[in-house]
């Protein structure tokens, strides 16, 4: 059998257990519920981390702009844009502190900044553990004769002796700051020292599941770390924290901004962000800056210390102690891992069933994320599912 045929297979059993490629069969959603094979279950799936897909704001913004401008605008921005596009892209920006460039996603926006941004002398150091699209981008580079290493992950010792035995006249690192399976965040300490230590070395930044619910205005941990640095370029999205569709480029001045904006590929020839996501993006980037924010990004904050704390008075085997919204169980055999994942949809949880090619198979396991739309009590009965889990034994969720 070929490696595709056994992939496959794997997610043909996965999915007749009911861990992967379901679908929802609520006819109104809450963000702390859904509903599969006509049984309710808690969600952990969710990276809606502040809960603002059910906000009334956002959905009158994603209402106003539909009537306005309708379903649709059907142009390539080369051309012509959305009448919302200016003011959103002036709200990012006074989010970010940065030039900000709207794109349809975070992954077409590595597509569009780095075939751009990186010379084809240059050097590029990928961490193994970025996140699949920034791999894609760096194929697209790749493919281009620019040339791209692998370093470890986390691993800045590794960087540095990258960067010690290369010529290139500039080198990239392209990492996320938060990882978004084990939810670790990077080393940005270390970075800084490897920043100040070579002049040619630049960092591009994943942040994605950072996004809105990290920062004084949601604009993630490396803006908030690198406000104004000019050798680091930040990627956000809005399709997580923020609530709504597309991604945020903040680039590091404004020639880098026009050049994306007008020769990057994704941004010439791929669709733009339609009018009900751009209403909502404005909603959104209103409240990240009005005075409201904090107590979200506590509440969420509050909700992941006591999920931390519960694992470690449980004995829970967490892969990262990091405060972030991404929990994750490393369990290390599928047959194991979708063992547990089914008992605990039985007793009403559910959560992400994670296998390869999305991590190496000695990392299989569970991967929860926290939203504000939980309770502590919902996390309680979680852990203790989880704990009972690993015993054999599985209680209900609770109401």
Known sequence: MTD?????????????????????????LTGREITLAGRQMMSFASCSYLGLEMEPALKAGAIAATEAYGTQFSASRAFLSAPPYAEAEAL?????????????????????????????????????????????AANLLKAQGVCVQTVGHSAPDHVARKLRSSDAPRVWLLVDGIYSMIGDVALFAAYDRLLAEDARLRLYVDDAHATGWCGDRGQGLALQHWPDHARVVVALSLNKSFACAGG????????????????????TFSGPVQPPMLGAILASARLHLGAGLAARQDKLRGLIAHFNAGAVARGLPLACAHETPMRYMRIGDIGRTATIATALQDAGYFMATVAPPAVAARDVGLRMTLTTHHKMADIDGLLNALSDALDGSIPAAAE
């Open 4 to 28: 595709l045929t056994n992939r496959l297979a794997t997610l043909r059993v996965g999915r007749g257990l009911g861990l992967l490629q379901q679908v929802a069969e609520d006819e109104a």
């Open 92 to 136: 990012l920006a006074e989010i970010t502190g940065r030039p900000s460039l709207l794109v349809p996603s975070t992954s077409l926006g590595h597509q569009a900044a780095l075939p751009l941004l990186v010379g084809e002398d240059d050097l590029v150091l990928i961490d193994v553990q970025a996140h699949a699209s920034l791999h894609v």
């Open 248 to 267: 945020c480029l903040a680039l590091a001045d404004e020639e880098q901004a026009e050049a994306v904006r007008a020769f990057g590929p994704a941004m």
